[in-house]
């Protein structure tokens, strides 16, 4: 599977803003979809994940009730809708696909997000 990140962009503290992950390449509906992230000079970290076809959500303390991981499995997309955006939460982001039942983690490009204090 092939995945591109985009949505990103430069937001002021409290803004909002979604990131859209498209797939390509395979059935998107059997991959369990996540975000990350990494901020400069930090080691990535997770955000969300989601399983298959609208399944169980999951996501870091810093980002429940702000942030809310989706996915339209008819348009091969994944989302990221990210509210009352912090300094903290500059980084680039990136989605990442594990097929079910296997292990191999495939990765997209990242997209920058910054928001200013």
């Known amino acids: 599977v092939q995945l591109q990140a985009f949505g990103g962009g430069l937001v002021q503290t409290g803004g909002s803003l979604r990131l859209s992950c498209a797939a390509s390449?395979?059935?998107?509906?059997?991959?369990?979809m996540a975000w990350y992230r990494q901020a400069p000079g930090k080691e990535r970290e997770f955000v969300a994940a989601i399983g298959t076809n609208f399944g169980t959500t999951y996501s870091t303390d810093v980002v429940k009730g702000r942030f809310t991981i989706s996915r339209d499995n008819a348009k091969n997309t994944l989302y990221l809708q990210m509210n009352s955006l912090k300094p903290e939460d500059t980084a680039v982001y990136f989605c990442a696909a594990v097929k079910e039942g296997e292990q191999r983690q495939y990765w997209g490009q990242g997209t920058q997000v910054t928001v200013s204090s």
């Open positions: 390449g395979d059935t998107f509906s059997v991959y369990n």
